[in-house]
């Protein structure tokens, strides 16, 4: 069964000199591909309706390596069909899975749990399911109305 999902998603960009460039990927597809035409430290909101078929899913972001100096991205707000992830919560949700292990705290890390703040390399990413309904109504508890 498909389900037409919209995400609504806002990022504040922070970067020096060269514009960050993001990319926002469902299931490993590209669904949105920033240009670099705005302003460091603005917030960007992106609405996105994406068709997917029931089951386990993922959200990515991620910061294109390519063209980094002191880039971050933080991300302010997610929503799955109006229902928005609390500010609170998001991070409990999500992973920071990096490109290569760092060394962090004395440990040698492959991804960070708890982060809604992106900037090495790496893909923040944010599991969900499908149909949606019951996706919400079990973690309703990190969600609130929007």
Known sequence: MKEIVNLHIGVIPVFDNNPTKYKILVDHTPV????????????????????????????????????????NIEIIELSFNNQKIRNDDLSLMSEYLLDHPRLIDGQLCNKLDQCNTIGWAGVYRFAFSTPMIPWILRNIDVLSTK
Do not use: K, N
């Open 32 to 71: 949105f591909e920033s240009t670099g035409d705005f302003v460091s430290g603005q917030a960007q909101y992106h609405d996105l309706d994406v068709e997917l078929d029931s089951g386990q899913h993922c959200l990515d972001i991620r910061i294109d390596p390519t063209d980094r100096q002191y880039e």
